[in-house]
C-alpha cells in the first residue's frame, strides 16, 4: 500500500506544500509509532514471560501451580478468535490494496466481532476462575497478564472500528489510481498508513496470544 506522496511541483503554493510537508511528517508519525508500540508492547509482555518463569523455577513452598487450573476449552477458544481475527484482517488486506474496500470492510467486520468475542469470553474466564490470585505462582502471573492483555485488545478492536469507519467515503478506486486532489489523496494515504499500523500491531497481539496460551495452558 502506497504511504507516501511524490515530491510536490514547482507550482504548488506555500501553503500546499506545507500541507504536503505535514502530511509526510503524519504518514512517518504512524509508521515509526506503529513500530514504537510493538517494541512497547514487547517490554511489557516480556515481564510477565520474565516473571512467570522466574517464579516457576522458584516454586516456593511447592506452590508455583495449585491444581485446579483454567478451563483449558476457554482458553484455547480466546486464543483461536484472537489468530483468527488477526488471519482475516490479514487477507482481505490484500484485497482493498487491489480496490476491493467492500471486500475488505466485510472481512474486517468479521475480524472486528472475533475480537470482541474473544475479549467477551476472555472477562468471563476472568470473573469464573477456580483459583484466587494468591494462590500461587501461576495464578499471580495469570490474573497479571491477562487483564492487561484483554484491555488491549478491546483498545484495538475499537481502533479497527474507527478504520472501518473512516473507509466509508473513499471511493475503491481511490485505492488503485491517484486522487484528482491533494486533498483526497492525503485522505487515502493516511488511511493506508494508519490500517498498516494497525496490521503491525494486532498480528502481534495474535502472536503473543498465542505465546500466551503455550505458556499458562500447555507448559504450566
Known amino acids: 500500500m502506497a504511504e507516501t506522496t511524490s515530491q510536490p511541483s514547482a507550482s504548488l503554493s506555500r501553503a500546499e506544500e506545507e500541507a504536503a510537508f505535514y502530511h509526510e511528517a503524519a504518514l512517518n508519525s504512524a509508521w ?3 513500530r514504537l508500540a510493538v517494541g512497547s508492547l514487547c517490554f511489557l509482555f516480556g515481564s510477565f514471560v520474565f516473571a512467570f518463569f522466574y517464579l516457576r523455577s522458584l516454586n516456593s513452598h511447592g506452590r508455583w501451580f495449585v491444581s485446579p487450573g483454567p478451563k483449558m476449552w476457554l482458553g484455547t477458544l480466546i486464543m483461536v478468535l484472537i489468530v483468527v481475527s488477526a488471519a ?6 490484500q484485497r482493498i490494496k487491489a480496490g476491493n ?6 472481512g474486517a467486520a468479521v475480524a472486528l466481532v472475533l475480537g470482541l468475542a474473544a475479549v467477551a469470553f ?3 474466564e476472568l470473573i469464573s476462575l477456580p483459583f484466587w490470585p494468591g494462590n500461587g505462582g501461576y495464578a499471580s502471573c495469570f490474573v497479571g497478564f491477562y487483564p492487561v492483555f484483554l484491555t488491549i485488545v478491546f483498545v484495538v478492536m475499537i481502533w479497527l472500528e474507527m478504520l472501518i469507519m473512516r473507509s ?3 471511493p475503491p478506486i481511490s485505492f488503485v489510481e491517484q486522487p484528482p486532489t491533494y486533498a483526497e489523496a492525503f485522505a487515502v494515504q493516511r488511511f493506508q498508513a494508519a490500517l498498516s499500523g494497525f496490521t503491525v500491531i494486532w ?3 495474535a502472536i503473543v496470544g498465542f505465546i ?4 499458562f495452558y500447555l507448559v504450566k
Open 122 to 124: 476472555q472477562v468471563y
Open 203 to 205: 498480528n502481534f497481539l
Open 212 to 215: 500466551a496460551w503455550v505458556l
Open 88 to 93: 482475516v484482517q490479514w487477507l482481505v488486506l
Open 168 to 170: 466509508r467515503p473513499i
Open 32 to 34: 515509526t509509532g506503529a
Open 101 to 106: 474496500k467492500s471486500v475488505w470492510q466485510a
